[in-house]
């Protein structure tokens, strides 16, 4: 960019943490900061966890909401559905929570229609603000309430600015890094969400030999609230 943000940060997170063990290890030895956001019901919850906390990265919860779809649309084991009360979901949001020790912070799995809910979002946040953590909303529908409903509440909030691997190869990730990398340069800022491919890890690996040291790559939570 012609003109650069002051101090221009980039957050990377891996959503689809908590079963390929050996990934999440090469992911945590990265010499960036990469957040986890692993699966509350996978296999190697606690585990995923542990090395998150371990390595002093910052953690999250990767809670499966209702996408538009559904149940045709499968976002995995107990998702959060807008037909559910406040209390069942906020029951689920404390269980997922517990599940992942240390997680400092939560985002969505799918989601689209539950998190468009203002109610049943708000929900969500209520449990969120009580343990003072922070929001992470994938952004997987333009009409997200996440932003409003945090703002009321007066949980922080972040948001997703580019996904890595929608297209699941290594070079479209390695174009992707280099996006988010112009958008904190011309922001001051970029959220950057990928998954555990053997395609997003080569991509990374790659990118920090020959990255823009002009933005820092931080811990999601370091960054201030939108």
Do not use: C
């Not at 280099?178 to 001051?188: D, I, M, N, P, S």
């Amino acid at each position: 960019p012609a003109q650069v943000a002051a101090h221009p940060r980039m957050a990377i997170v891996i959503d689809d943490l908590g079963e390929d063990m050996a990934l999440a290890q090469a992911l945590a030895e990265l010499p960036v900061p990469v957040a986890f956001s692993v699966w509350p019901d996978s296999s190697h919850a606690r585990e995923a966890a542990r090395l998150a906390r371990e390595k002093g990265l910052d953690l999250l919860v990767h809670q499966p909401m209702e996408p538009r779809g559904y149940p045709k649309v499968n976002p995995g084991r107990n998702p959060l559905v807008t037909s559910m009360s406040r209390e069942r979901i906020q029951s689920m949001v404390a269980s997922s929570l517990d599940k992942v020790p240390g997680a400092k912070g939560l985002n969505n799995h799918m989601g689209s229609r539950f998190t468009e809910d203002g109610t049943a979002l708000r929900a969500v946040l209520e449990v969120l603000k009580a343990r003072d953590m922070f929001f992470l909303d994938s952004m997987t529908t333009g009409r997200s309430a996440g932003k409003r409903e945090a703002a009321r509440l007066g949980v922080a909030f972040h948001s997703r600015d580019v996904f890595l691997d929608d297209v699941v190869r290594t070079d479209a990730a390695a174009r992707q890094l280099v996006l988010a990398e112009r958008l904190a340069l011309t922001t001051g800022r970029a959220v950057v969400i990928g998954h555990p491919h053997p395609e997003t890890l080569a991509a990374l690996r790659a990118w920090v030999k020959t990255r823009d040291t002009r933005v820092a790559v931080v811990a999601v939570g370091s960054l201030p609230p939108e």
